[in-house]
T-cell receptor, first 109, second 116 residues
Framework: GQNIDQPTEMTATEGAIVQINCTYQ??????LFWYQQHAGEAPTFLSY??LDGLEEKGRFSSFLSRSKGYSYLLLKELQMKDSASYLC??????????WGAGTKLIIKP | GAVVSQHPSRVICKSGTSVKIECRSL??????MFWYRQFPKKSLMLMAT?????????EQGVEKDKFLINHASLTLSTLTVTSAHPEDSSFYIC????????????FGQGTRLTVV
């Protein structure tokens, strides 16, 4: 079966750095996505990785290792508005998105 | 990125009634749209894939007669929850895939359905 695992909840301090991990087992791989979702709102796109390595975009970076079936989202200089759920999704061989359950990130002052 | 408009954002209905949710692609023609349901603190669950001009493809366990999907044009897909019950209360989100395999999914604003 297809499976995506991410921690259920994480807590971090404002101004600090946090890394959210995602491991996956899917039938084929055509890219990995990270989305941010605030409570009661639709997800918003953060990043896309299809090749191994690190993609940096401002305070957010995303890393992918296809051989290990592993990705992480790195958030720097945390702000209170970063409190949200972060969803990892993998596009499989049928180009269907398989979603993780999301990681709820709580930022404390 | 693509703009997806979903309406209504919130709806409260009585048990036994039907509710229609619209999903519009505002700036490009979407041959395929996806309908998701999300329960509190849970991940997105794909309900069905809506294909323009043909019948929708439903995921296992999703009742096609209860969740009617119509994708009559390249810019509009609708989801109708028929004979709604309190257990259908959830957050429903539509999305469409951008043109090209590398692009991300674009989401509507979501619809919070409460059945009383």
């Amino acid at each position: 079966g297809q499976n995506i695992d991410q921690p259920t909840e994480m807590t971090a301090t404002e101004g600090a750095i946090v890394q959210i991990n995602c491991t996956y087992q899917t039938s084929g791989f055509n890219g990995l996505f990270w989305y941010q979702q605030h409570a009661g709102e639709a997800p918003t796109f953060l990043s896309y990785n299809v090749l191994d390595g690190l993609e940096e975009k401002g305070r957010f970076s995303s890393f992918l290792s296809r051989s290990k079936g592993y990705s992480y989202l790195l958030l720097k200089e945390l702000q209170m508005k970063d409190s949200a759920s972060y969803l990892c999704a993998v596009r499989d061989s049928n180009y269907q998105l398989i979603w993780g359950a999301g990681t709820k990130l709580i930022i404390k002052p | 990125g693509a703009v997806v408009s979903q309406h209504p954002s919130r709806v409260i209905c009585k048990s036994g009634t039907s509710v229609k949710i619209e999903c519009r692609s505002l700036d490009f023609q979407a041959t395929t749209m996806f309908w998701y349901r999300q329960f509190p603190k849970k991940s997105l669950m794909l309900m069905a894939t809506s294909n323009e001009g043909s019948k929708a493809t439903y995921e296992q366990g999703v009742e096609k007669d209860k969740f009617l999907i119509n994708h009559a044009s390249l810019t509009l897909s609708t989801l109708t929850v028929t004979s709604a019950h309190p257990e259908d209360s959830s957050f429903y989100i539509c999305s469409l895939k951008g043109q090209g395999a590398e692009t991300e999914a674009f989401f509507g604003q979501g619809t919070r359905l409460t059945v009383v």
